[in-house]
């Protein structure tokens, strides 16, 4: 059966530091990968689409990487702040399916 | 101010009651989409429609029900046939008109259904 997997261990770091967030997907040949924010009782938040034919994806402090080969995604989240505290869930598939997100928390 | 409305934002359902949670978005969308998240789970998609009068079931339709009678409005009824109905309702749109856009969802703010 198809299944996104994302790391189930919120995320705690100290401000400044980078966080690592991991996704993993089986029974899936995606053509894209998405993240989103969401934050606690809100709507969740695109952040960055990345390609099966591209390696890496920047958008100011964020960097994602798509190995299609592992059928991993990579998001990094650089020079993190306090504000980037929320949980962020991959999405991935023609009709959408979302993990259940790694909730991040940056101390300050 | 372009963007998807859900209301209400809370609710509270009786046992045996049906229940309707609204969507409407003005950013001339053709695609809609509703989601239930429990903790701990990934966001789970109950019924999507890609055109107005047409609507599919997703993957956990049963005891839910939806309409689309216009391209603005998609409202989702809770049925009393939802016997776990507590969780966080979401309601999503999608442009369909770029390759690149097509498949980023934008989201509403959610409703918090209770059981009372």
């Known amino acids: 059966s198809q299944k996104i997997e994302q790391n189930s261990e919120a995320l705690n770091i100290q401000e400044g530091k980078t966080a690592t967030l991991t996704c993993n997907y089986t029974n899936y040949s995606p053509a894209y990968l998405q993240w989103y924010r969401q934050d606690p009782g809100r709507g969740p938040v695109f952040l960055l689409l990345i390609r099966e034919n591209e390696k890496e994806k920047r958008k100011e402090r964020l960097k994602v990487t798509f190995d299609t080969t592992l059928k991993q995604s990579l998001f990094h989240i650089t020079a993190s702040q306090p504000a980037d505290s929320a949980t962020y869930l991959c999405?991935?598939?023609?009709?959408?399916?979302f993990g259940a997100g790694t909730t991040v928390t940056v101390r300050a | 101010d372009g963007g998807i409305t859900q209301s209400p934002k809370y609710l509270f359902r009786k046992e045996g009651q049906n229940v309707t949670l609204s969507c409407e978005q003005n950013?001339?969308?053709?695609?809609m989409y509703w989601y239930r998240q429990d903790p701990g789970q990934g966001l789970r998609l109950i019924y999507y429609s890609q055109i107005v009068n047409d609507f599919q079931k997703g993957d956990i339709a049963e005891g839910y029900s939806v309409s689309r009678e216009k391209k603005e409005s998609f409202p989702l009824t809770v049925t009393s046939a939802q016997k776990n109905p507590t969780a966080f309702y979401l309601c999503?749109?999608?442009?369909?008109?770029?390759?690149?856009?097509?498949?980023?969802?934008?989201f509403g703010a959610g409703t918090r259904l209770s059981v009372l």
């Open positions: 950013l001339n969308h053709d695609a």
């Open positions: 999503a749109s999608r442009a369909t008109m770029t390759e690149l856009a097509k498949n980023i969802q934008y």
């Open positions: 999405a991935l598939g023609g009709k959408l399916s």
